[in-house]
């Protein structure tokens, strides 16, 4: 007997129980199950998470809690109510917040909550109120006139949840709110979520691509491939772990040669830079293997290391095979005079109408360098990195690539660029034989060496199972390999990465940083935007940007020195990212008072 709908929150025993829930789309032999044989309990009044990468099924287990979605088989409660049989009431009851919101982007901030006042039915006189609170509780009040096409991306994301927050639901459904924003509206939307948790009771599901966000939730849920690996506390999943992770150490050299050393030690589960170490998840009942001159240790486990223990032992299907990388030296323009600094940027800048994007920048890059360009949304970074490719002309300054001035001849220095860029922006309808063959005659190679380029590249990056098949049926891991081998294709001096794990499971993240790292000794310039902070730690060096101005330049280590204080004398990146993004606005607020 299910509980009557008007149940308070608190009197229900939990908010969402599922049991044996499947949902599949397609026939065979091209049926995908998005949801296999699902059972799962959510406690109300509390932040759960639904933590899994890209095609783990969260975003279908999603619209299925939400009415939106008719499960094949199973049962599926939703605040007392069963979602079969009365789907309208329970989206009467619950906000769902999907990955693209539908804002209208030639709206005001105030017409969208206007026009979703309209859509819930929220009552004229409450809404002055109700206005008031999201406003304040999201910071938009002092921009509730401006266009929602204009906001930032992290300030898009607020106003997405103001309007689904219009009228207060008793269960909100968040779909990766925090993907693609950077570290401090990442910070700023999870302080929402807690606030309303508090103040309202309201029952929270959270699905998130980002493994440090699952330590933030009271309970959590382990999907992937449509399957739950595990639910309880973060805790729980961690505690098993106790005594196998340490810190791995070395005065001399880089990290990332001490992390290829440690994995292939086979002691060794796992190693991932981490700061100024690597950190190694050992094998059960095994010690830290001796290296010369490494010092280690003891460290915390964390929640990641528990969701790649339990990734890896469902291996060969999910363990990315990881092979070296074999590059021949790209040959030389005939004036290419190879300058120690491959790529040069002089005030730099590039203006829109009366905006400026990108405001008298300059750094340098040194050949064989990982080089990170990080930015909080709207910093100008994605600006940068276009013109740097060549795909947008820059306003004034000087900007060199491959010793190839870029305003003046872009078509050569692209030439010598490979690019990957944040969206997958291969061929879906092709297959991956073909999507080769056409990156391989698009870079002008031969036929011969097309034949040979496409063979590396099925070979080197594991493809050849894949060969005929649809590359926009690949599973994402197996798109990121073909979009990096197509970028690769003509052995370029310099690779530009925009936001390229964005979305992939940790295992597939640790074979596309191996494989970088190969590419890197072997004399490629990498380039890379990320808000994955623990990857700018793979970076040699980086930049921070804010408002078109460079805030920060060097090693992480230096970057993150820069913000280190009494309270906190070892930030990690992410701690340092948000003091230095944060600390013009701190100023400037200090001299006002």
């Known amino acids: 007997m ?34 296999s044989d699902v059972s799962l309990q959510v406690k109300p009044g509390q932040v759960t998470g639904l933590i899994g990468a890209d095609a783990a099924g969260k975003t279908t287990l999603m619209r299925l809690i939400a009415g939106l979605l008719t499960p094949d088989s199973g049962s599926l409660s939703v605040l007392g109510m069963d979602v079969l049989s009365d789907p309208l009431a329970v989206q009467s009851r619950v906000g769902y917040m999907p990955q693209h919101f539908g804002l209208y982007e030639d709206l005001s901030v105030q017409e969208n909550l206007d026009l979703y006042a309209d859509l819930q039915g929220l009552p004229r006189p409450e809404r002055p109120a109700r206005y008031a609170q999201l406003l304040a509780m999201t910071k938009l009040g002092d921009f509730t006139d401006r266009l929602a096409g204009r906001l930032s991306g992290g300030m898009k994301q607020k106003l997405g949840l103001a309007c689904t927050l219009v009228r207060p639901p008793r269960l909100l459904l968040l779909d990766e709110p925090t993907v693609g924003v950077d570290p401090v509206s990442r910070r700023e939307l999870w ?263 496409i063979a590396w590249a099925l070979d080197e990056f594991d493809l050849a199972a894949y060969r005929d098949s649809n590359c926009g049926l690949l599973p994402l891991g197996f798109k990121q390999r073909l979009a990096m081998a197509c970028a690769l294709m003509h052995e370029p001096d310099i690779l530009f990465l925009d936001e390229p794990t964005s979305g992939v499971d940790p295992i597939e993240r640790r074979a596309f940083w191996r494989r970088i790292n190969q590419l890197a000794d072997h004399g490629v310039t990498i380039m890379i935007t990320t808000h994955f902070l623990d990857e700018a730690e793979y970076c040699d060096r980086l930049v921070i940007m804010s408002q078109g101005a460079i805030l920060a330049e060097g090693s992480p280590k230096a970057v993150r020195a820069q913000s280190s204080s009494a309270d906190k004398p070892n930030p990690t990146m992410e701690e340092a990212f948000i003091e230095l993004i944060s600390r013009p606005a701190a100023e400037a607020a200090h001299a006002k008072a």
């Not at 299910?2 to 091209?30: M, N, R, W, Y």
């Not at 095994?286 to 990734?311: C, H, K, N, S, Y």
Request: glycine content about 8%; charged content about 20%.
């Open 2 to 35: 299910s509980t009557p709908p008007d149940t308070e929150p608190h009197e229900l025993a939990f908010a969402i129980v599922a049991q044996g829930l499947c949902k599949s789309f397609g026939k065979p032999p091209k049926r995908t199950d998005a949801v």
């Open 191 to 453: 302080a929402i979520v807690f606030q309303l948790v508090a103040d309202e009771g309201m029952s929270v599901l959270l699905s998130t691509a980002y493994l440090d966000e699952a330590e933030r939730c009271a309970q959590v849920i382990l999907l992937h491939e449509g399957r739950v690996l595990g639910q309880g506390t973060p805790a729980s999943f961690t505690e098993q772990l106790q005594g196998r992770v340490f810190g791995a150490r070395r005065e001399h050299g880089r990290r990332r040669n001490l992390q290829a050393e440690l994995s292939a030690t086979p002691a060794v589960l796992d190693a991932v830079i981490d700061g100024d170490q690597v950190r190694v998840l050992l094998q059960a009942d095994t010690a830290p293997p001796g290296l010369p001159e490494v010092i280690w240790t003891a460290m915390q486990p964390r929640f990641e290391d528990a969701f790649v223990l339990r990734l890896q032992s469902l291996a060969p299907a999910s363990q990315a095979s990881v092979q070296t990388v074999q590059l021949s030296p790209a040959a030389p323009a005939q004036d290419d005079v190879r300058p120690a600094s491959i790529i040069e940027v002089r005030e730099l800048t590039r203006r829109f109408g009366a905006f400026t994007a990108v405001d008298a920048i300059s750094f340098q890059v040194e050949r064989g360098e990982i080089f990170g360009l990080l930015g909080a949304n709207g910093a100008g970074k994605s600006t940068t990195f276009r013109m740097l490719c060549g795909l947008l002309p820059a306003s004034s300054g000087q900007l060199s690539v491959a010793g190839v001035d870029l305003r003046r001849a872009a078509a050569r220095a692209r030439a010598r660029i490979g690019y990957m860029s944040q969206k997958f922006a291969l061929y879906e309808v092709l297959s991956v034989a073909q999507n080769l063959k056409f990156f391989a005659r698009t870079y002008g190679l031969s036929r011969e060496r097309q034949r040979t380029r």
